[in-house]
């Protein structure tokens, strides 16, 4: 495999039209001090898309394309994930075909990372397939953050690589950062940390390195549909005059943080705040979060929203810096 240079005039970044993929993309050329240049989308009246890349920027160069896939708008039919999708692997081919020495792919919310299994027989499994196409397109690197199963053996995980089909994915977390930002920002006194899914173990591990907590606590959940879920939790545990944060990858419907906020107010939890990496804010998943007990919600810019205060590309830049140069 090719490695590039930081600093090299060779690096050329590209952002594409995925909500807040150009701030990023902007943030990270600045701190690795890389050469950031323009395409340009075109989306016809019925929706379909046209990317045009300038030629001389690419032909030749280690090129390095952030483009984020969450949806565009409150009404996600109007620009769904699947559009950014697309518009991702086309702009990926036209590099590749135009020349591109290497392309390296960074996606800070990668939409379909929860379909990574089929958890019901004859399902299509999203990252299975995006790892196909990346394959076949020649892209052999995609940079993503905070996909959702950081246990089990898969495409991506915490801190590590693992090559499936010649692509690796490297899943970068945001936990740490947002521990500090809690640490630094909010008063909490040594607080219980909740974690609503055991998958996110690892996490687990990533806080305690940053808050103290007087404990780490996770739910077991039962997912009974998109938007109903179920808690069985967490013994006898009580959270009298405590403060409590509730630490997860997504706030897509919000049903999930729901559920484990009122459990902790239940429990006799003082404050009660969430730190996630994406939010999505499906419908009125925000109000309805602040609605049951939350009193903040930390998240980063992976998804631009009026909790986004830990900026993302710092951390994304510390991990291109370590695998790329
Ligand atoms: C899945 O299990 C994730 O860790 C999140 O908890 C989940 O995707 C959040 O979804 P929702 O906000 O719709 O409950």
């Given at each position: 495999m ?5 600093g090299?005039?060779d690096?050329v ?7 807040g ?9 600045k701190i ?22 300038p030629?001389?920027d690419?032909e030749?160069?280690?090129v390095?394309?952030?483009q ?5 708008r409150?009404?996600?039919?109007k ?5 950014s ?8 081919d036209?590099f590749?075909?135009?020349?591109a ?7 800070p919310?990668?939409t379909?990372a ?5 958890f019901?027989k ?18 052999f690197r ?8 950081h246990?089990?053996p ?8 693992r090559?499936?089909?010649g ?11 947002l ?16 974690i609503p ?7 687990a ?8 907590p ?6 077991k ?9 179920r ?31 009122r ?13 996630v990496?994406?939010t999505?804010?499906v419908k ?6 602040l609605?049951s007990?939350?009193d ?9 929203k ?11 830049a510390e ?6 140069f």
């Amino acid at each position: 495999m090719v490695r590039t240079k930081a600093g090299s005039d060779d690096i050329v970044v590209f952002a594409g039209s995925g909500l807040g993929s150009k701030n990023i993309a902007e943030d990270i050329t600045k701190i690795l001090e890389l050469r950031l240049s323009k395409l340009h989308t075109h989306l016809f009246p019925d929706r379909e898309i046209r990317v045009r890349i300038p030629v001389k920027d690419v032909e030749g160069k280690h090129v390095l394309y952030v483009q984020s896939t969450a949806p565009k708008r409150e009404n996600i039919w109007k620009a769904p994930q699947s559009q950014s999708l697309v518009e991702l692997f086309l702009t990926l081919d036209a590099f590749k075909e135009k020349g591109a020495k290497t392309v390296d792919v960074v996606v800070p919310y990668l939409t379909g990372a929860r379909q990574h299994k089929e958890f019901k027989k004859g399902e299509s499994v999203s990252t299975r397939t995006i790892a196909k196409i990346l394959r076949n397109l020649g892209i052999f690197r995609l940079f993503t953050v905070d996909v959702h199963s950081h246990r089990r053996p898969g495409f991506f995980f915490l801190g590590r690589t693992r090559n499936f089909g010649g692509v690796k994915g490297y899943n970068i977390t945001a936990a740490k950062a947002l521990a500090s930002y809690i640490k630094d920002n909010l008063e909490t006194r040594s607080p219980v940390v909740v974690i609503p899914d055991k998958g996110h173990v690892p996490i687990a591990d990533e806080i305690r390195e940053i808050i103290v907590p007087d404990e780490i606590v996770f739910m077991k959940k039962k997912r009974l549909g998109g938007e109903n879920v179920r808690f069985k939790l967490l013994g006898e545990l009580d959270l009298k005059g405590k403060d409590v944060v509730i630490f997860d990858d997504m706030i897509s419907t919000g049903r999930t943080l729901v559920g484990a906020s009122r459990l902790a107010r239940k429990r006799g939890a003082t404050t009660v705040l969430v730190a996630v990496t994406h939010t999505l804010y499906v419908k009125r998943a925000r109000e309805q979060l602040l609605g049951s007990g939350v009193d903040r919600i930390v998240a980063t810019d992976t998804i631009p929203k009026e909790d986004s205060v830990v900026p993302i590309a710092p951390i994304i830049a510390e991990s291109l810096k370590k695998i790329l140069f």
